[in-house]
């Protein structure tokens, strides 16, 4: 390969192998737009040491995170080439060496053919050494062309990683190729169909696989990974194109950056037409000379990405077929991995969705307002605190006796009404990872025909004092349904590290403490008011010493 | 790619205008070294022969890096006087080539577009500025201004356009010279580092652990056969590389004094860790080599669950648990190597026995002895829910807090989960706890908290805090 064999070489050449397909291949997509790709390959090797060199990666691959095992005998090194077969590198790879330069004669159509040697090659255009002397390529106005006699050795027309194994025992061997490459993701979606009654609901868990590479995988295997896991930055040698996971302090920041990046990602493998070309510059024209600039770096510009698939549409179905064959899920470490039970097609710039739960769960809908009466001033005219909008909730136990007890890896949970029939979009909430037998409560929408009005009354501040308080608020509170049916609406007073000693010393209902709040489930009659009347007091204490 | 680098390019005729120097040429390397440093930076030492007359010659070497910091050559050879380097930048491209030829002869053959004959005629090129205006007998015309074929050729290239960036060197020499030279610079365009492969097996308790060194070179040039160390370290500490080569310089004639063979003044820099590759291997352009340079089959590993909280306070969701690999970098341990810094790629074997990639984390220059505890990433089935139940204030700066820790496990395994509160300094006090803790540092305390599998336990204490 690219070894040269200089008069002072002092070692045996290694013997080429090419492994030019992987047998069988395995996709494991994480959500941080990277893959475990992982093949089995067959080698037949011969006894002397090899360079061993594996055709057909995929070009995103990661090259430092590349494992091959089962060898039977020592890895010496690895080498991952990937000078892309172009035009440019193909001229770049061929100065000193001799080519064909074909002339068309305009009136004749004669074609003359002679030997010449590229002399120079760069951003400058082509200079040439012919029979005549030297000269320009592409300057005189002829059609010229030249004819190349050979490939380089060391250009491929695609990404190559090779390896340097050790002598060893001849023979064929089934070996394990694993490496990391970014353009895949995947992402977990949920349709719930709620029943009239909003008692229950049919959920359906959808997963959809992107690949944005041009790479096809055929009969693949493949999985998906719920969890976060921790990533470095790529620019700090690790795998993530999103930043160091350590920078994300919720996962809204997360899901965000991954959106981003994944625009990003997806540009960049994007199909970028047909912008090859030669080298350019004649000496009637002449370029600013770059004199800093490496060849190399001039002709990066040029090398293209060749997307040849099309891209495949996203597309959310809400049917889920009958007796469909779910993903099956098993436990990875600390995370849950989804397989898909059959082997598939995973296509360049493709999308797949696959089901991976179908259940029928016990709900609860209701209605939340979260508040904190210390806020409330008592100014006169709180006209904001007179139509109040409270959240419509859905809420449900993660466990088996309510119908479910899996995993849900975080997702887009959207949310249909039944009623006669029909199905109306109830709202949509964003949901983290949820493990089993933690209580999921989902923010869907802003609620319709139930409004709040809040009345805050506080005593004068000689009162207080007398009372030794720093803070009495006399809170009463009207919840207004125009709905025909009766609702459940929650209301908590925030009872923080910021409040320390706030009591509810009087109420009209019962409460509880939720989050470490003050929490009150209230029935709101159909076409009715209910009022919530309650008293949040603070003690005053005594000043350091 | 062999051609250009490894060819020697022996300029035919070439003479400088003032000295009357011949170019003389460096046999291909007898030895190429390459020290590679973290930071793009590389120092490379090529050894050639070369031989020329006695007299000022003019030495070119073809194959040096692309990206050569010109400031930082060094020639050495025995018995001869370095008079200047030179690195020409200047590269042969059609408009350069026409640039020089201005005031010499060049030979045109026009096409004949109907007939296709060709017709040759000698011109002097005048001036190549915004056009090429040619003398052609006692014609001015300029070039192509009609659109014809017409082709310019030219007897020779300017010696001193090149290919590439080339490096040459005058010298004096007293008597014909067949000596070995020693040429060596720092180039750009050079990268390393470190990346490991962790496969944990957690129900044995032990992970592997593969080094990798990674380096990558986009020099523009390739290295064959070549003597590679690498060295851990940040040589970036001084603000210049003229001011850094400075200094090595000055350590490399100190230890070359002390121990007398040039080799070995490798070998000691400074508290660098150095990395050398055992066998000649080919740093080619644009390539992502990889060498192996550990290789632990059993290193005794364990898992754990932390969580630190630096606050007081409820949350309505539950935290995920961060998952960390434990082990100790020592011999006992089944390691106990330097490792340089990079990154740990983790996986753990699915159900069906093939490793899946779990998480990564990074560990700086890490001697021998120390104990790690990696990040693989949150834990889906084991999380923290806080809960504030209950404040008291004391006073206006005091105040006790009644926390409650929810861990869940779902996991089919019992965990212990290691939870971390900070807001705890000297003066406050842990007045009740549930499970007992410890101080860890001056502001936090921490609890290990263990949980039977798909079952939940709750930590609850008790602090006084100030403010």
């Not at chain 1, 899901?255 to 493998?269: I, P, V, Y």
């Not at chain 2, 000698?122 to 052609?136: D, N, P, Q």
Request: with cysteine; charged share 25%; net charge negative.
């Amino acid at each position: 390969m690219t070894v040269l064999a200089g008069a002072h070489a002092a070692q045996a050449d290694p013997v080429e192998v090419i492994s030019p397909q992987a047998d069988g291949v395995s996709v494991t997509i994480y959500r941080d737009l990277f893959a475990l790709i992982t093949e089995t390959r067959t080698v037949d090797l011969p006894e002397g040491p090899v360079t061993l060199s594996f055709d057909g990666v995929v070009e995103t691959l990661l090259p430092e995170s590349a494992v091959v095992t089962d060898l039977g005998r020592a890895l010496e090194e690895r080498n991952f080439d990937y000078d892309a077969l172009s035009p440019n590198k193909l001229l770049l790879k061929s100065i000193g060496k001799s080519v064909t330069i074909t002339r068309t004669m305009p009136g004749t159509g004669r074609v003359v053919q002679s030997r010449a040697t590229i002399v120079a090659a760069n951003s400058g255009g082509i200079t040439l050494r012919t029979e005549q002397g030297n000269e320009a390529l592409h300057c005189s106005g002829l059609p010229e062309r030249l004819t190349f006699d050979e490939l380089p050795a060391d250009l491929h027309a695609r990404p190559r990683l090779s390896i340097r194994l050790a002598a060893g025992k001849a023979g064929k061997r089934s070996i394990r190729l694993s490496y990391l490459a970014h353009g895949f993701a995947w992402k977990s979606d949920y349709v719930a169909r709620l029943n009239p009654a909003s008692t229950r609901m049919d959920l359906t868990g959808w997963i959809t696989l992107q690949n944005y590479t041009q790479a096809s995988f055929r009969g693949a295997q493949v999985q998906v990974v719920a969890g976060k896991l921790h990533l470095i930055d790529i620019d700090d040698g690790g795998t993530s194109l999103t930043g160091n996971s350590d920078n994300f302090s919720d996962e809204s920041e997360l899901t965000e950056a991954r959106e981003e990046a994944r625009q990003l990602l997806q540009t960049d493998l994007e199909p970028k037409g047909s912008a090859l070309q030669l080298f350019g510059g004649c000496h009637a024209l002449p370029e600013p000379a770059a004199p800093n600039q490496s060849h190399d770096e001039s002709v990066e510009r040029f090398d293209m990405v060749i997307v040849t698939g099309l891209r495949g549409s996203m597309r959310m179905s809400m049917d889920v077929k009958q007796n469909a064959m779910l993903v099956e899920r098993e436990e990875l470490g600390d995370y849950q991995l989804y397989r898909l039970p059959w082997a598939t097609d995973l296509n360049a710039r493709q999308t797949k969705q696959a089901v991976f739960l179908s259940k029928r769960v016990k709900i609860e809908r209701y209605y939340s307002y979260v508040f904190n009466a210390q806020n409330v001033r008592n100014d006169g005219d709180d006209e904001d605190l007179e139509t109040i909008t409270p959240a419509s909730m859905v809420s449900f136990e993660n466990r088996k006796a309510s119908g479910l007890g899996e995993p849900l890896p975080g997702g887009m949970m959207r949310m249909f009404d039944t009623a006669d029939g029909d199905e109306l979009f109830a709202g949509e909430a964003r949901m983290s990872d949820k493990p089993v037998n933690v209580p999921v409560e989902l923010d869907l929408a802003k609620a319709l025909d139930l409004s709040l009005a809040i009345d805050v009354r506080r005593p004068d501040p000689e009162e207080l004092r007398d009372a030794e308080l720093s803070e009495r608020a006399d809170v009463e509170l009207r919840a207004f349904n125009a709905k025909g049916v009766p609702v459940t609406l929650e209301i908590r007073q925030y009872a923080g590290a910021y409040m320390p000693g706030a009591t509810i010393p009087k109420s009209s209902d019962r409460f509880r403490r939720k989050y470490g709040d003050f929490a009150w489930r209230l029935r709101v009659p159909a076409n009715g008011t209910r009022v919530l009347t309650y008293r949040l007091e603070m003690p005053d204490v005594a000043d350091d010493q | 790619m062999r051609n250009i680098c490894w060819h020697l390019f022996t300029s035919i005729g070439a003479t400088l205008a003032t000295a009357n120097a011949l170019a003389a040429g460096a046999a291909p390397d007898r030895e190429v070294s390459l020290t590679i440093y973290n930071k793009n930076i590389a120092l490379i030492e090529h050894v050639r022969p070369i031989s020329s007359p006695a007299g000022r010659q003019r030495i070119e070497f073809a194959g040096v890096s692309a990206q050569i910091v010109p400031e930082t050559v060094s020639f050495v050879a025995p018995n001869v006087v370095l008079i200047e380097q030179n690195f020409d930048y200047d590269l042969l491209t059609p408009a350069k080539l026409m640039e020089k030829a201005v005031g010499s002869q060049v030979r045109l053959v026009r096409v004949n577009p109907a007939t296709g004959a060709e017709t040759s005629e000698t011109a002097e090129v005048l001036s190549t500025v915004g056009g090429v205006v040619l003398r052609i007998g006692t014609r001015i015309e300029v070039l192509r201004e009609d659109n014809l074929p017409t082709r310019v050729i030219f007897d020779k290239v300017p010696e001193n356009l090149r290919a590439q960036p080339t490096l040459s060197v005058l010298i004096n020499a007293s008597k014909p010279v067949n000596e070995v030279a020693r040429l060596t610079y720092l180039s750009r365009g050079f990268t390393w580092a470190a990346d490991y492969v962790a496969v944990f097996d957690e129900p044995k308790s032990t992970t592997s652990m593969q080094g990798w060194i990674t380096l990558h070179n986009t020099s523009g040039t390739s290295f064959a056969n070549a003597r590679t160390q690498l060295v851990a370290g940040d040589v970036n500490l001084v603000a210049s590389e003229e001011q850094w080569w400075t200094n090595w310089q000055q350590r490399r004639s100190t230890n070359q004094r002390s121990s007398g063979t040039e080799g070995s003044g490798r070998e000691q820099l400074g508290d660098y860790y150095i990395y050398p590759i055992k066998q000649l291997t080919t740093v080619a352009n644009n390539q992502t080599k990889q060498v192996s340079f550990l290789d632990a089959g059993a290193v005794k590993a364990s898992k754990g669950y932390e969580l630190t909280f630096y606050g007081f306070q409820s949350n309505t969701e539950p935290q995920s648990a961060e998952v960390r690999m434990r082990f100790a970098n020592s011999k006992a341990g089944g390691m106990g190597e330097q490792l340089p810094s990079g990154v740990v790629r983790i996986y753990m074997r699915d159900a069906r026995g093939q490793p899946q990639f779990v998480g990564e984390d990074h560990i700086g220059h890490t001697s021998a002895g120390s104990e790690m505890a990696l990040k693989i990433g949150d834990a889906f089935d084991v999380t923290v829910q806080p809960t504030l139940v209950q404040t008291r204030r004391i006073t206006k700066r005091k105040a006790e807090y009644d926390m409650s820790y929810l861990v869940r496990n779902a996991r089919s395994t019992p965990s212990v989960v290691t939870l971390r509160q900070y807001g705890l300094w000297r003066e406050n006090e842990v007045l009740k706890e549930s499970i007992s803790g410890r101080r860890i540092d001056s502001g936090a305390f921490a609890w290990d908290v263990p949980v039977p599998a798909n079952d939940e336990t709750t930590l609850t204490f008790t602090v006084t805090t100030s403010w």
